[in-house]
C-alpha cells in the first residue's frame, strides 16, 4: 500500500478516490433500482441473502442481521415490513426452534430476478474498478 518511502502516492490517492466514486456510484444505482421496484435497498438486500446460502433457499434472521450488519430487532421489524408487502414468510426452524426461518415468496422472487439482472452490469464494472485499485497497490 505505501511507498518504500512509507508513503501514499498520487496515484494510490486517485485509484482510490475512483474506487470510493464507483462504489458509491454502485449503491446509488442499487438504492434507484429497488425504488423503482417499490421497495427499500433494505429489502432488496434481505431478499437477496434469503437466497445467497449455498444448498438452501432461505436464511435465519441472525443470518440475515450479521449480512446486513445489523441489531437483530432492527433486521425482525424489517422482515415483518416485507411479510407485509407479500415478499417473505417467517418459518420456525426444524433443526432449532430458537431460530426463525426467512424464505422468499413468489413476488419477492420476481422482483430479486428483475433487480439481480439490473445489479449484473453494476457489479463487472466495479468488479474491474476493484482490480484496478488492487494493481495500484491502494
Known sequence: M???RGSIEKQQFEA????RFRLRSFLRFSEDAARAEGITVLQYQLMLHTQG???REWATI???AERLQAQHH????LVSRCE???LVRRKPSHADRRQVEVH???AGRRKLERLAMLHADQVAELAEVVALVSKAGA
Open 16 to 19: 482510490l478516490s475512483d474506487f
Open 2 to 4: 505505501a511507498s518504500q
Open 62 to 64: 441472525s443470518e440475515i
Open 84 to 86: 407485509e408487502a407479500g
Open 104 to 106: 422468499l415468496l413468489a
Open 53 to 55: 446460502f449455498p444448498g
Open 74 to 77: 432492527g433486521v425482525v421489524a
